[in-house]
């Protein structure tokens, strides 16, 4: 049943079904993210606090691989969703959009600037990072309403039967 969920777009789930899959996909962004951290060798403490910005920019790169590395299945659910709620499919990228652009700005650098903290230079949000932090806020809370809150719609639609078998 899990499988089926995060590797069709087609059909409809109710809100359970979704939040069952957030939860497997949450457990397996932890089991991804600790592995590639492992790898990239972003669980110890850097000896010189210099290297603090180098590994904030690495774990940019980690954070937008775990992103790729679960996006197709995260999407699937996502449209299974919209689907069931008779919602156009492209929310499902607005929904993806400021996260995304915000970490593809942090890995080049253009959403952060580094602070001068106690000799430690540590990257902070600059305008367009806080613009693009708010945003992904914002449209976080509009897609937990959406997919994970709102009833379906009653009956069935142009996706298919009510998963809740409602005539």
């Not at 789930?13 to 600790?34: C, F």
């Not at 669980?43 to 940019?60: E, K, N």
């Not at 903290?117 to 932090?133: D, Q, R």
């Not at 449209?139 to 809150?149: D, M, N, T």
């Amino acid at each position: 049943m899990i499988m089926s969920l995060l590797t069709s777009f087609d059909g409809r789930i109710n809100r359970a079904k979704w939040w069952l899959g957030s939860l497997v996909l949450a457990v397996a962004a932890i089991v991804i993210y600790l592995v590639l951290a492992a790898i990239f060798g972003l669980l110890s403490v850097p000896a010189d606090p210099a290297q603090i910005a180098s590994m904030m920019r690495t774990g940019a790169i980690v954070q937008l691989l775990l992103v790729a590395i679960l996006a197709y299945p995260t999407t699937a659910l996502m449209i299974k969703r919209l689907n069931d709620r008779d919602r156009p499919r492209y929310f499902a990228y607005i929904f993806w959009a400021p996260s995304i652009l915000s970490l593809v700005g942090g890995v080049l650098g253009i959403t952060q600037t580094t602070v001068d903290m106690g000799g430690i230079p540590m990257p902070t949000p600059n305008g367009l990072g806080y613009v693009l932090l708010v945003a992904s806020f914002v449209v976080g809370i509009w897609a937990l309403i959406e997919l994970g809150i709102l009833k379906g719609t009653e009956g069935p639609n142009q996706h298919g039967p009510d998963p809740l078998g409602a005539v």
